[in-house]
């Protein structure tokens, strides 16, 4: 007949010590990774929502939202954040201003929706009567670049409008006021402005911008999370094409994630077009013009080589 032994004090208090040892290496195996993703008006992530493509991780993803790509940057560079979507022109801005990023990832969309808004009875029609107006906008963002673009095509020098520098909300509400006299801004901001606002939009991007827009992403995260964002680029452009093929859906995902109403989403859904590109020699000569323009338009004090300082090959 066997015996049954009661634990001593001792074993029990061995046994809970080696259970703490081995609880946190436990813990640590069994946690999965996770990609902490900033995003500009949850575009990005209505976008990977609608596609599907949030189904199936190997990861998990922390949203962080931000009203443009300013505050974005800053949190990239404060490692607040893993990656975020930003325009070729704020990309541009940022890496001038020694923010650590680089962009491992390219798209292009229709460029209308980056634009200047006045209100409708403004009397503003086109670029040149936009001579010792003011201006709001973001500094350094895609809005503030097409505006320069939009003055430098009307013969006019950045110096001949006055610009106000402000969040997208502040920007809006400052020009609905008559506090400035135009906003330059983009999606889905322009596409509320004119659905919902009644704003008219006077000039765009096109034949001024090149549409581009990136995937950004923190050198820490570069080195440390790189399958991860590989499979995020992927996923990414599999969700563009899915865009393109059903604005309906994903219009309807972006008006519920983003908050907006649906006639707005289903414009700037239906316009955009995004659509994934190869970061080649034409894209980075592409980025090289714009910085040149900004360093012309004396927003860079020195030239930007954006081969060196603004990609990364993953």
């Known amino acids: 007949m066997s015996e049954t032994r009661t634990p001593t004090r001792r074993r029990l208090l061995a046994l ?6 081995f609880a946190p290496a ?31 991780l190997d990861y998990d993803i922390r949203w962080t939202e931000f009203p ?22 704020p990309l541009i801005f940022a ?47 895609i809005g503030h670049y097409v505006a320069l673009r939009t003055l430098a095509a009307a013969g006019l020098k950045p110096t001949d ?18 506090a400035v006299d135009a906003w330059a801004t983009w999606e889905p901001y322009t596409a509320v402005a004119e659905t919902m606002d009644g704003l008219k939009v006077i000039a765009s991007g096109r034949g001024l911008w090149s549409g581009l827009g990136y995937t950004a992403a923190t050198e820490t995260a570069l080195r440390d999370k790189r399958d991860i964002l590989v499979d995020f680029r992927s996923r990414v452009a599999r969700a563009q094409q899915w865009g393109i093929q ?6 309807a995902t972006l008006s519920r994630i983003i908050g907006i109403p649906l006639q707005a989403a289903r414009l700037s859904a239906s316009r955009r077009r995004t659509h994934d590109v190869k ?22 004090t020195k030239r930007l080589d954006v081969a060196a300082t603004s990609f990364a090959t993953i």
Not at 16 to 21: S, T
């Open 95 to 141: 890496v001038a201003q020694g923010v650590r990023i680089r962009a491992f990832a390219a798209s292009k969309s229709d460029p209308y929706g980056t634009a200047i808004i006045v209100k409708p009875d403004s009397g503003i029609t086109g670029g040149a009567q936009l001579k010792g107006r003011s201006i709001a906008t973001n500094r350094g963002s």
């Open 279 to 300: 970061i080649d020699a034409s894209v980075v000569a592409e980025q090289q013009r714009s910085a040149d323009f900004y360093l012309d338009s004396g927003l860079l």
């Open 68 to 89: 443009a790509a300013a505050p974005l940057a800053e949190a990239l560079n404060a490692e607040a954040v893993d990656i975020g979507p930003i325009g070729d022109a």
């Open 26 to 56: 436990l813990v640590r195996a069994a946690k999965r990774p996770e990609l902490r993703a900033g995003d500009q008006k949850g575009n990005l992530h209505a976008l990977l929502d609608a596609a599907g493509e949030l189904k199936d």
């Open 16 to 21: 809970g010590a080696a259970a703490a040892l």
């Open 246 to 251: 059903h604005p309906d859906e994903y219009a």
């Open 161 to 178: 409008a006055q610009f106000r520098f402000l969040a997208p909300p502040e920007a809006k509400l400052a020009l609905v006021s008559g």
